[in-house]
């Protein structure tokens, strides 16, 4: 991994230091006076992680300038937080974006707003996009759009193979080289099933200080698949996704893993059986490096959800058992597995309004995962807010490479970050989420915990419920 890498390296990032500097500054409430104007902004009663009582916190110049109690500064704006908590802002490792392609669903756009309403201030933009992400230019155009448009990190991952077909390593090296400075490769959606393949962009993706994120899925023993293989999917008589189908792949990718010297990052493990593997791997004298990622989804949901016959709850790898939902959650609280990443997959009504196994697989993610993580693993007194810290923002950022995210709340740090009101909550509306797709599987959930604001380098990208560009 490139740990001196930061986003700096490559596009401007602020408005170079100009005149901002001989504005006047006004000690007032939450008033919004563009970017320009907002260098200084004071986060009034925070508590850090959740612990202790609650201080303020300066933001100055894109960095987290003091933390004390009763700070009185001039600063551009106040934000009165009331004792929310604040942790460093969240960083998705596993995202849809639909942009090339299909913008009918999502867009850069629309998919940033949706991360910064969620607290998200870097996510990883899937290269399962129409032309697929496996050269410099596509990688390119999502990073400028993703700068362009200003409220979050939109980093592309490259295809490992050339259209995702398994056949062809693509240009790793030109993507990593170009200025969306590529380092996590990944065919998601599809399995890099060929071993001697998969061994290569391991070797290969070593030299670039990269990461293979895998789909772990042996095709062909999920020929036809709709649903968890179980008493659910044969009742309905859905052919059936065999948890060995992962699990399978999972081990033979720990093996060429520790055989390279390469990085492997688990997509979205959903089965009791993964994570025993990957327990037993990380047990290993020399693990090399591993690392896994579970959705939101697999830690809330089960297949129990067939019997409504609603394809929201189609997805990819399946919703699993009670047994598999109760073992990611112990995996996660144990680091077993690493972090948390929503694989936030948008589609149109026609491809989720049909029938069953016509369905496109996938649901929403970004906006409701603080909620589905608060409800799952911090109420259930699994993870504490610094475990909320460790999995939604400082192991995905390690895992990826990303210098400026994940960092402690702490004078001196970037300041991306997030604000979390812990008693508040929330009911899902899919048509209220940000995204142009509305697929999400909590529709009129009640999740607990909201996103009172986000900071992107030291400027509010939403708060209230709004984005701000
Ligand atoms: N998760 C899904 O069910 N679908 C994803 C692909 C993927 O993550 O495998 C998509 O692109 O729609
Ligand atoms: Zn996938
Ligand atoms: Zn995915």
């Known amino acids: 991994m490139s740990s001196n890498r930061t986003s700096g390296d490559r596009d401007a990032r602020y408005p170079a230091e100009t005149s901002e500097q001989e504005m006047p500054r006004h000690a007032t409430t939450t008033v919004n006076r563009g970017e320009a104007a907002q260098r200084r902004v004071l986060l009034k009663d925070v508590r850090p992680y959740g612990e202790g009582e609650p ?43 639909r942009e090339p392609g299909r913008e009918d669903t999502e867009t850069i756009e629309t998919g940033s707003t949706a991360a910064a309403l969620g607290g998200y201030t870097a996510v990883f933009a899937m290269a399962n996009t129409d032309p697929v992400a496996d ?165 809330l949901l089960t297949d129990d959800r067939l019997s409504s016959y609603d394809p929201v709850n189609k997805v990819n790898p399946p919703l699993r058992t009670d047994d598999d939902v109760r073992a990611l959650r112990q995996a996660l609280a144990d680091g ?45 007194g699994l993870l504490d807010w610094r475990g909320v810290a460790r999995v939604l923002s400082e192991r995905p950022a390690e895992i990826a490479g990303l210098a400026d995210q994940g960092r402690p709340v702490a004078v001196g740090e970037p300041a991306n970050l997030v604000l979390v009101d812990p008693r508040a909550r929330w009911t899902v509306r899919g048509a209220e989420l940000a995204s142009i797709a509305a697929n999400s599987p909590y529709e009129d959930m009640e999740l607990p915990g909201r996103v009172v604001a986000t900071l992107l380098r030291g400027r509010i990208t939403a708060a209230e419920g709004k984005v701000r560009r």
């Open 135 to 299: 050269n410099a230019v596509i990688v390119e155009h999502v990073w400028r759009r993703g700068q362009e448009v200003g409220l979050v990190d939109v980093h592309p991952v490259g295809a490992v193979t050339v259209g995702l077909d398994g056949e062809k390593l693509a240009e790793l090296g030109t993507m990593a080289r170009s200025g969306a400075n590529v380092r996590v490769f990944s065919d998601d959606g599809k399995c890099v099933h060929d071993p001697l393949i998969m061994r290569r962009a391991l070797e290969y993706t070593r030299t670039l200080g990269g990461v293979v994120a895998q789909h772990a899925e042996e095709p062909r023993l999920t020929v036809g698949a709709q649903a968890h293989e179980g008493a659910n999917a044969a009742r309905l008589g859905l052919a059936g996704w065999p948890a060995p189908a992962e699990e399978a792949i999972v081990a033979r990718d720990c093996l060429l893993a520790g055989h390279t010297g390469g990085s492997l990052h688990v997509c979205h493990v959903s089965t009791a059986g993964t994570a025993e593997i990957l327990r037993w791997w990380k047990s290993q004298d020399r693990p090399g490096r591993v690392s896994a990622e579970v959705t939101p989804h697999h830690l």
């Open 336 to 380: 077993t597995v690493d972090c948390v990443a929503t694989d936030h997959a948008p589609h149109a009504e026609q491809d989720k309004c049909c029938e069953w196994s016509a369905a496109r697989p996938g649901m929403l993610g970004l906006q409701t995962a603080l909620g589905v993580v608060v409800a799952t693993m911090v109420e259930p």
């Open 55 to 97: 201080v303020d916190l300066l933001v100055d110049g894109g960095v987290i300038a003091g933390i004390g109690s009763g700070l009185e500064v001039d600063a551009d704006e106040i934000v009165h937080a009331e004792g929310a908590v604040v942790l460093p802002g969240f960083v998705d490792l596993h995202t849809h974006l």
